[in-house]
């Protein structure tokens, strides 16, 4: 059974910057393919970036790029987003996913594994 753990959201201004956790328990998390979403109330959830299993392919989407950086430590078995300059639109709940395979994608249906969500609030 895989676990995944998210951490590090809070409330924090705009212009500011707060960087998630992703801890995952299991088998071979070396393996996965690692991406992160949100969803904001009343919103489909949205693709926020993904990265390989060895980190060295990264992959954003359009209202992040440029803003936030995805990265994973295996040693750790754990996955972290970056997340500068931070927007009162990025508010939403954050969440990590796990997919089993080498291929990239951006569709959450293309995930095996989720973790519960962290709350990330932006103010103007």
């Known amino acids: 059974q895989v676990q995944l753990v998210e951490s590090g959201g809070g409330l924090v201004q705009a212009g500011g910057s707060l960087r998630l956790s992703c801890a995952v328990s299991?088998?071979?998390?070396?393996?996965?393919?690692m991406g992160w979403f949100r969803q904001a109330p009343g919103k489909e959830r949205e693709f926020v970036a993904v990265?390989?299993?060895?980190?060295?392919?990264?992959f954003y989407g359009d209202p992040v790029k440029g803003r936030f950086t995805i990265s994973r430590d295996n040693a750790k078995a754990t996955v972290y987003l970056q997340m500068n300059s931070l927007k009162p639109e990025d508010s939403a709940v954050y969440y990590c996913?796990?997919?089993?395979?080498?291929?990239?994608?951006?569709?959450?249906?293309?995930?095996?594994?989720w973790g519960q969500g962290t709350q990330v609030t932006v103010s103007s």
């Open positions: 996913a796990a997919r089993r395979t080498v291929l990239l994608t951006t569709s959450p249906g293309g995930y095996n594994y």
């Open positions: 990265v390989t299993w060895s980190g060295s392919t990264t």
């Open positions: 299991g088998r071979t998390f070396s393996s996965y393919s």
